[in-house]
């Protein structure tokens, strides 16, 4: 292997090299993410020979074609004129974008606090510590766990209620509804966000931060004018890795939400395991990649942007 | 100090104790709230303490075969895909580091995008291809599913812990005369080490956690942990889930207790960030 003059020979012989070397991740993504999901999207539109063929001769209720240039929507129409499934599709598109706002509101407020406490002040260090311990404890737990600790926490005869009950009123029941779902997904969701935007709130310079103080700004105009522009792109990987992982949940909405109506992860898994129509499953998740693709190109840009900024690219 | 001053101060830290609290609640709450019941003979509502304590759940779980196999079957899947992890992304991370390659940029974005599909779909999509290759309900197969979640992890956060070791280093050591493997080895790898590391635990985790994938392409032939919790919960009193969600759990705390300098220190931020 040509791993002689790393870095400084611009030799072919060690472009290979570094090209060989990386490739086995990419043959790996290529061949379980890339090609799945190209065969999965042709299966969607009908065409159930070649890969297909196996999972083709077991679902129900397909919709076929009988030649590679042909394409059936039959499968789209199936879901698309389910009234379950449009309104299992606007409460996922909800539920995701109160949970991200939410974590990366509640992630921004510690970063700030973290950023903005002065050396030797007890009582804020004190709290500092507290609550930045406090905000990666979810990244400890298994998500099967945190979903079953959200919804005994949460139930009829859980903490809130028992509480509620001992001081004399009548508590909410959130366990089964989508309220323990949403405080589930901003659970399991926010150690990721806080990191991220922490690192990217930590390393924008004191001296910005004290020029504005001594300029008179206050902590919301510091926020707004100094930090914020300067932590966009690791609040948008926040934003966006938060927004996925929740249109893609499975677990939490399973174990915590009620059974209509429900997030599309819950309702894909059960089109392919339970109702055994593979096709519908798959064209569910066609809908929800689409969605995702939004926020990733989001994602994308605001990387690549930096880069710009700083010379990188 | 003006009495308007103190008021103010002493108001904001009113609401800070209360943001505090909410906080606490919010995120330890129902651990806390689950844990107690794995030490209770029964619980009735509205009471905030289980009516007696007991420890025999801990023996009703380790009594069950069915549920100690998942346990061990939990550990042989996550070394097995560590080991393969290691031996796909370790070699691929450093050559994103310090090589220059065409389409470098694009395949480290490109392995990235693997993370930007939402995982119940891809596993839906990889299911219907798995059923051609034989793949469906076998070890390998869900192998292959822990592996693609912890394929990010192990690329991009040892390639910027690669990165971060300054090449003067490296050339200095070799102007002293270490061969190019002795270098890697004496100093690239131990300065490399806490990224490495944390790659290492978050995969494991990753794998140890996985719940969803290995339910869809596992079940029912292969019952890890986290999908045994799903028919746990309906089929057992709630003391045994409680148990076995502590024993779950476990893992996740002592390992990431061990890495939580490097994580909460920026490895993890860091290696998210293109470069």
């Known amino acids: 292997m040509a791993r002689r003059h790393t870095?400084?020979?611009?030799?072919?012989?060690?472009?290979?090299?570094?090209?060989?070397?990386?490739?086995?991740?990419?043959?790996?993504?290529?061949?379980?993410?890339?090609?799945?999901?190209?065969?999965?999207?042709?299966?969607s539109?009908?065409?159930?020979?070649?890969?297909n063929r196996t999972i083709a001769t077991i679902a129900r209720g397909q919709h076929t074609v009988g030649a590679w240039d042909r394409m059936s929507l039959g499968a789209y129409r199936d879901v698309f004129t389910d009234p379950r499934f449009t309104h299992d599709l606007g409460v996922t598109i909800i539920v995701t974008l109160i949970a991200t706002l939410a974590v990366t509101a509640l992630a921004w407020v510690i970063a700030v606090y973290l950023r903005t406490t002065p050396e030797g002040a007890w009582f804020r260090s004190g709290v500092a510590k507290l609550i930045s311990g406090l905000a990666v404890v979810p990244m400890f737990i298994p998500v099967v766990i945190a979903s079953w600790a959200m919804l005994t926490f949460y139930?009829?005869?859980?903490?809130?209620?028992?509480?509620?009950?001992?001081?004399?009123?009548?508590?909410?029941?959130?366990?089964?509804?989508?309220?323990?779902?949403?405080?589930?997904?901003?659970?399991?969701?926010?150690?990721f966000a806080t990191l991220m935007i922490t690192s990217g709130v930590q390393s924008v310079p004191d001296a910005l931060i004290e020029a504005a103080r001594d300029a008179g700004a206050g902590l919301l105009t510091i926020v707004r004018t100094v930090i914020a522009p300067l932590t966009i792109v690791p609040t948008v990987i926040a934003l966006t890795f938060t927004a996925i992982g929740t249109l893609g949940a499975f677990t939490m909405p399973y174990f915590t939400g009620p059974n209509a109506p429900s997030m599309l992860g819950v309702d894909m898994v059960?089109?392919?395991?339970?109702?055994?129509?593979?096709?519908q499953s798959v064209v569910?998740?066609?809908?929800?990649?689409?969605?995702?693709?939004?926020?990733?190109?989001?994602?994308?840009?605001?990387?690549?942007r930096s880069a710009k900024d700083s010379g990188r690219v | 100090m003006p009495v308007s001053t103190m008021v103010?101060?002493?108001?904001?830290?009113?609401?800070?104790?209360?943001?505090?609290?909410?906080l606490l609640t919010f995120i330890v709450g129902p651990l806390l709230w689950l844990a107690i019941r794995a030490f209770s003979t029964s619980w009735t509502y509205p009471r905030l303490l289980p009516d007696g304590w007991t420890l025999q759940w801990f023996?009703?779980?380790?009594?069950?075969?069915?549920?100690?196999?998942?346990?061990?079957?939990?550990?042989?899947?996550?070394?097995?895909?560590?080991?393969?992890?290691?031996?796909?992304?370790?070699p691929a991370a450093y050559a994103f580091s310090r090589f220059d390659f065409p389409g470098r940029r694009v395949f480290l974005i490109g392995l990235f995008a693997t993370n930007a599909f939402p995982k119940t779909g891809l596993y839906v999509a990889l299911a219907a291809l798995f059923y051609a290759f034989n793949l469906m309900s076998t070890f390998g197969g869900v192998v292959v599913v822990h592996l693609l979640g912890t394929i990010v992890f192990m690329t991009w956060i040892?390639?910027?812990?690669?990165?971060?070791?300054?090449?003067?280093?490296?050339?200095?050591?070799?102007?002293?005369?270490?061969?190019?493997?002795?270098v890697f080895f004496t100093i690239t790898l131990p300065l490399a080490m806490p990224g490495i590391l944390v790659a290492l635990i978050m995969s494991f985790l990753a794998s140890f956690d996985e719940a969803q994938g290995t339910y869809l392409v596992g079940a029912p032939e292969f019952y890890t942990m986290p999908t045994e919790m799903y028919s746990l919960v309906l089929n057992y009193p709630r003391q045994v889930a409680a148990v076995f969600s502590i024993l779950l759990s476990i893992p996740s705390v002592v390992l990431l207790m061990l890495v939580r300098k490097h994580v909460m220190g920026g490895q993890l931020a860091e290696g998210f960030q293109i470069r």
């Open chain 1, 45 to 51: 539109l009908g065409h159930v020979g070649g890969l």
């Open chain 1, 284 to 304: 569910m998740a066609v809908v929800v990649f689409a969605v995702a693709a939004v926020f990733g190109a989001f994602y994308v840009w605001a990387n690549f």
């Open chain 1, 7 to 43: 870095g400084t020979g611009p030799g072919s012989r060690i472009k290979i090299g570094g090209l060989l070397m990386a490739s086995p991740p990419i043959i790996v993504a290529a061949v379980f993410v890339g090609f799945p999901i190209i065969v999965a999207i042709a299966y």
């Open chain 2, 158 to 182: 040892p390639a910027a812990a690669f990165a971060s070791v300054p090449r003067s280093f490296e050339e200095a050591a070799r102007d002293a005369g270490g061969g190019r493997l002795r």
């Open chain 2, 59 to 90: 023996g009703r779980v380790f009594d069950d075969p069915q549920l100690f196999s998942s346990i061990r079957l939990s550990i042989e899947f996550a070394i097995t895909t560590l080991i393969v992890s290691s031996v796909i992304c370790l």
């Open chain 1, 155 to 191: 139930a009829a005869d859980g903490f809130i209620r028992s509480l509620c009950a001992d001081l004399g009123f009548q508590g909410p029941t959130w366990g089964y509804t989508m309220v323990c779902v949403a405080i589930g997904l901003v659970w399991t969701n926010l150690p």
């Open chain 1, 270 to 279: 059960s089109y392919f395991r339970s109702y055994n129509r593979p096709q």
């Open chain 2, 8 to 22: 103010t101060k002493i108001a904001r830290q009113v609401l800070t104790v209360i943001f505090v609290v909410a």
